[in-house]
């Protein structure tokens, strides 16, 4: 297991009720599974995760299955719900 850091942007910051968090944990998956452990009882957080998109030490998970994507020490998770916006 490694340490590390998860920030949260916009309406996954306000479901985990906080910009960051440690991790401690070997995969995505595990960190992900730590967080929302934390939340049990706000189960809006875990509907959030479900539309979000991440990224791991500034590269993009994409489809690639939590449960392979390994994390570093000290490295650090985003957490990015879909952005309303864009071109017209």
Sequence with gaps: MVSGTIRYWAAAKAAAG???ET???ATLAGALDEARA???DHPEFARVLLRCSFLVDE???GSRDHHDVQLTEGGTVEVLP???GGSR
Excluded: G, L
């Design 59 to 61: 590269r993009q998970v």
């Design 18 to 20: 906080t910009a960051e």
């Design 82 to 84: 879909p952005f309303a």
């Design 23 to 25: 991790y401690r944990a």
């Design 38 to 40: 934390r939340r049990a």
